[in-house]
């Protein structure tokens, strides 16, 4: 192309620019109009709610206490997790959420706070606070903002020392340290994910009591198979009147600490021997697993008079040796509720547990699946001829049974209980029952069984019913009748439809959805 024609497609060129940046300014200035007259006059019908029914729905917005435990082992194993500054981000919306958020003591009584070593300021974890500001002010801060006398919550996670920090913790704990020590009549839950360390370090709070403190939850931010109590727990704890609940991840305690077991209500983690329920005699509810060494294997048998609800779990199962111990040597008449794992070589100990305990069991939740390959099993074939001498010696109180892995033989025979051709016990005050991991199901059988538990008289009416069925599993949608009822042929969507009508709440589903029976 010429030089000449050149320079004139530069100059038409440049025209067009400055022709779209004139058009692009007004445009943008319309934009800005538009946005001042719109924030002037739109409403938005979520700020019109009342302050009260919006500050309800910001403390519904928190996260539980078992949400941040989660949040901690996400974070603790690189995974996503929810956040856990969920004032903040709902202060920062507008002026009015910022108005009510601030107004409002629930939101704050949680302090919610995962600490790097490295951890310097705050300036960008929280804009109501000044870009160099001390850890223990941000606290004090978010904690003024909850009142003067509401119960709080800390639950802190600290990241596992390295480098420079290895030989002296990090300035930074001795903040949160110094922050439990002037909130201490005040505490409620204390929730900790730490290194041992930094844990005795942490609690290092000599001559200060808690005596609002319940609940503690103390776990190995290295996951380490065992957790040895650091003595400043111990020393805590002692000055903790209230003390009553205690949960520690993959722990074990330990003879040889004075931790004040009497006080305990609920105990959740690992145990080494049986002396938790020796020396706890005030236990209603337990969850834990065993790793009991050959020393601990022996002494005499333990009668716990309190314990109301038992869930057994093994870290492995070669330590099912250690849940056949506990239950070849507890006795829990007191006992409501109990849930066992899935059954290895300690499935003999069952029955004379029940036998021997005889208590008045409301819940019972077990797995029908087993492992050959870790040892014999008391049944061949057919699981539940086994599993209903169990449930037999607490027929007369068994309220609600949730069965995971039945296998297909096992799903017939308890679609029969009650039954003329049923041999098994029909569990007659049974109100509650859930199948999760079920095989294949026979929908005719299902809806004559949930039938049965719903009219006869000798039955108490089935309450609720839950099926969870393995993936592949079908509704069967063709019609079909109970007792040859002609006029009653319906396909499965219409008997339970009829059967919630009456009053049975029942939910099926697979692993991925669940079905809707009105759609």
């Known amino acids: 192309m010429p030089t000449a024609d050149l320079r004139r497609r530069l100059v038409e060129l440049n025209t067009e620019i400055v022709e ?14 538009v946005e001042d007259e719109l924030n002037a006059t739109a409403t938005f019908p979520i700020l019109t709610l009342p302050v009260e029914i919006t500050t309800e729905i910001f403390i519904w917005c928190l996260p539980t206490i078992e949400e941040l435990r989660e ?25 009015l959420w910022r108005t009510i958020a601030l107004a409002a ?53 600290i990241a596992p020392y390295s480098g420079d920090f290895y030989n002296e913790p990090n300035k930074s704990i001795g903040c949160v340290r110094d922050a439990l020590r002037r909130y201490a009549h005040r505490v409620e839950h204390l929730g900790l994910a730490a290194s041992v360390r930094d844990a005795s370090f942490l609690l290092e709070l000599a001559s200060v009591d808690f ?109 099912y040796k250690s849940i056949s111990f506990v239950l070849g040597h507890l006795t829990l008449p007191a006992l409501l509720s109990l849930h066992l794992p899935r059954p290895e070589g300690w499935i003999n100990s069952i029955p004379p547990f029940l036998e021997r305990s005889r208590p008045a069991l409301r819940s019972l939740s077990v797995h029908f699946d087993h ?88 039955l108490d009416k089935l309450q609720s019913f839950r ?13 079909f009748s109970i007792d040859n009822n002609v006029e009653g042929r319906r396909t499965v969507a219409g008997h339970v439809r009829e059967l919630e009508r009456d009053g049975m709440e029942i939910q099926i589903e697979s692993e991925n959805e669940i079905f809707d029976f009105y759609d």
């Open 371 to 458: 492992d050959p390959s870790h040892g014999d099993y008391p049944f061949d074939h057919e699981p539940y001829d086994y599993w209903n001498t169990c449930f037999s010696v607490v027929r007369a109180t068994l309220e609600n049974l949730d069965i995971n892995s039945p296998t297909p033989a096992s799903l017939a025979s308890l679609l029969r209980l009650g039954s003329d051709d049923s041999d098994h016990d029909p569990l007659p005050h049974l109100k509650s029952l859930t199948l999760t991991n079920s095989p294949a199901v026979n929908y005719e059988r299902l809806i004559e069984f949930l039938n049965r538990r719903s009219n006869s008289p000798a």
């Open 105 to 157: 003591p629930s939101l704050w009584t949680t302090f919610p706070f995962s600490l790097e070593h490295n951890f310097d300021d705050l300036g960008a974890f929280d804009s109501f606070t000044t870009p160099k500001e001390d850890l223990g002010v941000f606290i004090d801060r978010w904690l003024a903002r909850a009142g003067a006398l509401r119960p709080l919550t800390f639950v802190l996670s």
């Open 20 to 33: 779209q940046k004139r058009v692009l300014a007004a445009l943008q200035s319309d934009k800005a109009a």
């Open 211 to 319: 005596p609002l403190l319940r609940r503690v939850v103390i776990e190995d931010d290295q996951k380490k198979p065992y957790y040895y109590i650091p003595d400043s727990v111990d020393n805590f704890l002692r000055r903790s009147p209230q003390f009553r609940e205690l949960f520690l991840q993959d722990a074990a305690i330990l003879s040889s600490h004075s931790i004040p077991l009497n006080q305990l209500t609920r105990f959740e983690g690992g145990i080494d021997d049986l002396d938790l329920f020796r020396m706890a005699p005030n236990l209603i509810e337990v969850n834990c697993s065993f790793r009991l060494g050959e020393g601990a294997m022996g002494g005499s048998a333990v009668t716990h008079l309190s314990l109301q609800s038992l869930t057994l779990s093994s870290p492995d199962p070669v330590e």
């Open 71 to 95: 949040h901690h082992r996400a974070r603790r194993d690189g995974e996503y997790s929810v956040s856990l500054q969920v004032p903040l981000s709902l202060a920062s919306c507008c002026r």
């Open 467 to 479: 099926l969870v069925y393995s993936p592949g599993t079908l509704l069967d949608g063709h019609r």
